[in-house]
């Protein structure tokens, strides 16, 4: 291989490498050289039938724990459930400048080789380290197993398409034909869980109507949430609002949301037939607490000169309503549901906003390098239910 090509073949590699799904663990060690860890995704067994179980983890050279597991000869490999990313982001770095010591970050238990073991992972093996081969800039540590935990419950936590995920069961086929058949059948789309509700059922139900053998798979979130699996390949299009979206995918407008005040039915705010951000100054409020909508509503009012008393935050769009409908305080919303009645039905009323923000935009996003006929039809249809209305 030519020394030009290097670098591109390792890039191929790593980009290769990066869709390879891994569990994440913490391997960590304590001795005479004193306490480290450090994240992994690098970390599999070697044997079961030697001595004593075998297994591998691998770790940079330029990492603390590194020497410090030569050094004292033991370390554990915390295997993280899919709730602990917190875990895993420190002791990758992320937080270094506003915290001190990683370990601050969890609860810990001492193993026999005196390794530290976060008090709940999902598996933890205490090993002794056998030896080491130098691999590039990373050194390939084999340890003995000498004592294993097992959590009750609980699932690993996944990292692949540069993106924590967690496992979830797939059922499995009844014969090798249907396989066949299912192959690229299933559309995988991603939406807000505000707005999705409102919109995609819609949608669904049209692309069934057109290909009954169509399979659609949901992933919904917050902006953040949807917009990291779409750019980790893991929805094939998503329907979000039109901020902060990065450049490097294709944003097809749909339709426009106008931003209302809703309050609970003999409010007295009811009395007036519009509202502006002044008339709320003295009412407390409940914040749809989810990215963008927390800071496209907060701002509006923040635009207007009022600083709104936020007595409830929920995430929960169908939370908000209930509290609103139990006189707990009024909302801005921009998806306005058909019934005007909360889950456990109270009644509720809208009233326009009057104030200088423009509207909020539903876009359908795609990935440039990313064609497919469903997702073709996907879109067809939304424009479709669309049509006119941006």
């Not at 009323?349 to 996003?365: F, G, H, I, N, Y």
Request: with cysteine.
């Amino acid at each position: 291989m030519s020394t030009e090509s290097q670098p591109l073949h390792r890039t191929k590699f790593l980009e290769g490498m990066s869709h390879a799904a891994c569990t994440v663990s913490v391997i960590t060690t304590d001795g005479p050289a004193g306490r480290a860890g450090v994240t992994v995704s690098a970390m599999s067994s070697v044997s079961a039938d030697t001595p004593k179980p075998t297994l591998l983890v691998c770790i940079n050279q330029l990492s603390a724990a590194a020497q410090k597991i030569i050094d004292n000869g033991v370390f554990c490999v915390n295997v993280l459930k899919d709730d602990q990313t917190y875990v895993s982001e420190t002791f990758a770095g992320r937080f270094n400048d506003v915290v001190e010591d990683k370990f601050e970050c969890a609860e810990w238990k001492t193993m026999p080789s005196g390794a530290p073991r976060v008090v709940d992972p999902l598996v933890a093996f205490d090993c002794e380290l056998k030896f080491s081969n130098l691999v590039g800039m990373h050194h390939v540590f084999f340890g003995e197993v000498d004592d294993t935990f097992l959590a009750e419950h609980g699932s690993a936590l996944i990292y692949a398409n540069r993106a924590y995920g967690a496992t979830s069961r797939i059922n499995r086929l009844a014969c090798v034909s249907d396989g066949r058949k299912s192959t690229g059948r299933t559309l995988s789309v991603g939406c807000l869980h505000t707005f999705g509700p409102y919109f995609v059922p819609a949608i669904i139900e049209r692309m069934v109507a057109s290909n009954p053998a169509q399979q659609i798979k949901l992933i919904e979130g917050d902006q953040r949430f949807v917009l990291e699996a779409l750019q980790a390949g893991e929805c094939d299009l998503a329907l979000l609002y039109d901020f902060d979206l990065p450049k490097d995918l294709v944003v097809v407008p749909l339709t426009q949301l106008t931003t209302y005040v809703l309050l609970a039915e003999g409010h007295p705010l009811a009395a007036k037939s519009v509202l502006t951000p002044a008339d709320l100054v003295q009412h407390p409020m409940v914040l749809l607490d989810a990215p963008p909508s927390r800071d496209y509503f907060t701002g509006i009012l923040e635009n207007a000169g009022v600083t709104p008393q936020f007595a409830y935050r929920s995430s929960s769009f169908e939370m908000v309503r209930s509290l609103v409908g139990h006189g707990l305080g009024t909302t801005l919303l921009a998806t306005k549901p058909a019934s005007p009645m909360t889950y456990d039905g109270r009644a509720l009323v809208t009233r326009p906003l009057k104030a200088d923000v423009e509207p909020s935009q539903v876009v359908l996003l795609r990935r440039s390098n990313k064609r497919s006929r469903p997702a073709d039809e996907f879109q067809s249809f939304c424009e479709e239910l669309f049509c006119g209305q941006v």
